[in-house]
């Protein structure tokens, strides 16, 4: 049983480590088996979410208590939590006797097409709606609504996601914004004989 327990974590390890070097390498296929490896560590993943950076950090204590919807795009060196030992001081401070160390255990959600900028921290027990976007370096706690921008700490509403497309929308039509390289997004590169799709005319790129 040992046994099994331990060739399990050194399998897992060695996907880890594959995913990290092919992360440098094939976005598509780096998303292919990253996502398989957060499954297998029993991380509720719905549908594909576009992107989960390889320097995200998870809360390992319990990967079940991990929602990520579909879609869903998670920028680098985030930290998302669901456990909290801050109680056990609180409780020794009182002088409570415990046999061992005690801790907040809450999951955390993140929903379909999401954003969550860079550097940001989710608190335990945080359930982030869909069309979120969590602007960079921000803290989020407790609910957040469906379609809303947010930012700071704590994270508080700024705006809201579908009014900022809009206005955005008539930028990207006027080809403001820079698209991904195309290893990154994985299409088809672009050459003579496979030409970037002429749009009609008021219709958007493809994003
Ligand atoms: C949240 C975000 C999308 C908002 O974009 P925006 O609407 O163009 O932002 P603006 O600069 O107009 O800011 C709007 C307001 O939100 C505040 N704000 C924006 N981003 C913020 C942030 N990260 N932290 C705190 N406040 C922020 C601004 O101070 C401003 O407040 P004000 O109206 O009181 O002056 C953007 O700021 C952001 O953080 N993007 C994430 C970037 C990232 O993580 N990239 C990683 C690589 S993909």
């Not at 560590?41 to 579909?70: A, N, Q, V």
């Not at 989710?122 to 809303?148: Q, T």
Request: glycine share 8%.
């Amino acid at each position: 049983m040992i046994l099994v327990h331990f060739a399990k974590k050194v399998w897992l390890k060695l996907v880890y480590f594959f995913c990290y070097i092919i992360y440098f390498f094939s976005h598509p296929l780096y998303m292919k088996y990253y996502l398989r490896y957060l499954r297998w560590r029993g991380m509720k993943i719905h549908g594909t979410p576009r992107y989960i950076s390889i320097s995200c950090w998870f809360d390992g204590r319990d990967y079940s208590l991990i929602e990520i919807g579909h879609n869903a795009a998670i920028s680098s060196n985030i930290r998302v939590l669901t456990h909290d030992y801050a109680l056990t001081r609180a409780f020794v401070a009182l002088g409570v006797d415990l046999k061992t160390d005690v801790a907040n255990q809450l999951p955390v959600v993140i929903g379909e097409n999401c954003f969550i900028g860079t550097n940001s921290i989710l608190m335990p027990g945080c359930k982030i709606g869909k069309n979120v976007i969590v602007g960079a370096g921000s803290v989020v706690r407790g609910d957040i609504p469906d379609n809303a921008m947010i930012a700071g700490n704590p994270a508080q509403i700024i705006g809201n996601t579908l009014d900022w497309g809009r206005e955005m929308r008539r930028l990207l039509d006027e080809g403001h914004f820079a698209h991904d390289p195309e290893w990154w997004s994985g299409r088809t590169p672009r050459t003579a004989a496979n030409p970037e799709p002429v749009l009609p005319a008021g219709t958007s790129a493809s994003v």
